[in-house]
C-alpha cells in the first residue's frame, strides 16, 4: 500500500476569516477540515448532529488552537430550524460567516432491487436536501451582509461513476454537484463563490464500519496510487477553494482522486 506524504503545515491562507463547517465531529473530512482551517489561522463554527463526538472535538480543538478561536453548535441538516438557528448564531457572533463548507452526508450500500423508499429518502434528505438548506442559508447570509463569501461542497466522484449498492448515495452526490453549479450562477451577483470537491476514497471511521474489507481492497486497488486519500489530503483541496488562490474559480467540481477506473 502506498504512503501519503508528509503532513502540509499552515501557512496563514484564511486569516481573519470565519468559516462553517457541518459534519466536523470525529476523524473524517469534515474534522480533518476544520483543523485545516484552524491552522490556515480561521476561525472556526463547528457543527455536527452527533452532540457528544461535537462536544468532544470542540474540546480537542480549543486546547490545541484556543477557546477563542473555535465554537460548537449541535446542527442536524434535516431540519430546518435548525439549520436557521446555526446561521443565526454566525450572523449574531460574527456578522455572517466568510466560508461555509457542507460536508454532511449519508451514505450507506443496498441493491436498489431491495431499497426501501425510507432508505432512499434519508440518503437524499441529509446528503443533497441538507447541502441545499445550508447552501440557501449561506446565500441568505452572504447576500444579507453584502460582503461576499464562499461556499464548498462535499460531493463524491460517485457523482460521476456508477457503483453497484450506491444508487441512493450516487444521486444524491450527483445532485449535489447540479446544486453547485447552478448556485455558482446565482451566487455570483452577491460575490460569492460555491464549488464543490469530489473525493474517490477518503478513509475514515465510517467508511471502515460501513464497507466490507473485500470491497475496501477493491476500492484501493483502483487507485493509482494503491492507497485511500488522508482525510486531511481532501482538507487541503477544500483550503484552496475556500481562499484567495482560487479566486477565478467558480462552478466547478474538483476531484480529489486517483483511481484509474
Given amino acids: 500500500m502506498g504512503v501519503p506524504p508528509a503532513y502540509v503545515p ?36 463547528l457543527s455536527d448532529a452527533h ?24 446542527c442536524d ?7 436557521r ?25 443496498a441493491a436498489l432491487v431491495d431499497m426501501a ?9 441529509t446528503t443533497l436536501n441538507g447541502t441545499f438548506r445550508c447552501t440557501r442559508a449561506a446565500l441568505r447570509s452572504f447576500r444579507d451582509s453584502g460582503r461576499g463569501g464562499v ?17 441512493h448515495y450516487a444521486a444524491a452526490k450527483a445532485g449535489v454537484m447540479a446544486l453547485t453549479r447552478c448556485a455558482a450562477l446565482e451566487a455570483a451577483a452577491y460575490g460569492v463563490r460555491v464549488n464543490a470537491v469530489a473525493p474517490s476514497l477518503a478513509m475514515h471511521p465510517h467508511l ?9 481492497a477493491e476500492l484501493v486497488e ?12 481532501v482538507a487541503n483541496v477544500i483550503v484552496f477553494l475556500a481562499g484567495d488562490y482560487s479566486s477565478y474559480m467558480t462552478g466547478e467540481i474538483v476531484p480529489v482522486s486517483s483511481r484509474r477506473a
Fill in 10 to 45: 499552515g501557512h496563514g491562507l484564511l486569516r481573519g476569516r470565519t468559516a462553517l463547517v457541518t459534519a466536523a465531529a470525529g476523524a473524517g473530512i469534515g474534522g480533518a477540515t476544520a483543523r485545516r482551517f484552524l491552522e490556515e489561522g480561521a476561525r472556526v463554527l
Fill in 51 to 74: 452532540r457528544r463526538r461535537l462536544a468532544e472535538s470542540r474540546a480537542v480543538l480549543a486546547d490545541e488552537f484556543g477557546a477563542d478561536a473555535v465554537a460548537a453548535q449541535p
Fill in 77 to 83: 441538516v434535516t431540519d430546518e430550524e435548525q439549520v
Fill in 85 to 109: 438557528a446555526l446561521f443565526a448564531r454566525v450572523a449574531e457572533e460574527h456578522g455572517g460567516p466568510d466560508v461555509v463548507v457542507n460536508n454532511a452526508g449519508l451514505g450507506g450500500t
Fill in 117 to 125: 423508499d425510507e432508505q432512499w429518502g434519508r440518503v437524499l434528505d
Fill in 151 to 167: 461556499i464548498v461542497n462535499n460531493a463524491s466522484v460517485l457523482g460521476w461513476r456508477a457503483q453497484t449498492g450506491q444508487a
Fill in 208 to 216: 471502515a464500519k460501513a464497507t466490507s474489507a473485500e470491497l475496501l
Fill in 222 to 233: 483502483r487507485e493509482a496510487f494503491g492507497r485511500y486519500a488522508e482525510p486531511w489530503e
